[in-house]
């Protein structure tokens, strides 16, 4: 079956930096459309950023453009999440997604807090 899963959360100070990453299986990978997405408390889910097949294309949310980096590889089947100078603001529940025309997939989300 289909898995997504995600690592690389925690707790971390304003100012730092956390690498998330996302491990996909019982897809081919190279073939899919991969995201990120984050979800705050009593906020709806929220994209941030993504990347074509190739990598040749990203794109990101206007609150992180110069922070984060989204990347791939199409090897080792995953995708990361680069977030430097974090701020509070980007507490939330981060999650992957996987999309190749009407399929979808999730990961079950991994925790950022940036707390002081």
């Known amino acids: 079956q289909v898995q997504l899963v995600e690592s690389g959360g925690g707790l971390v100070q304003p100012g730092g930096s956390l690498r998330l990453s996302c491990v996909v299986s019982g897809v081919t990978f190279s073939s899919y459309t991969m995201s990120w997405y984050r979800q705050a408390p009593g906020k709806e889910r929220e994209l941030v950023a993504v990347?074509?097949?190739?990598?040749?294309?990203?794109n990101y949310a206007d609150s992180v453009k110069g922070r984060f980096t989204i990347s791939r590889d199409n090897v080792k089947n995953t995708v990361y999440l680069q977030m430097n100078s974090l701020k509070p603001e980007d507490t939330a529940v981060y999650y992957c997604?996987?999309?190749?025309?009407?399929?979808?997939?999730w990961g079950q989300g991994t925790q950022v807090t940036v707390s002081s």
């Open positions: 990347i074509s097949t190739a990598g040749y294309s990203r």
């Open positions: 997604n996987a999309a190749r025309n009407t399929n979808y997939y």
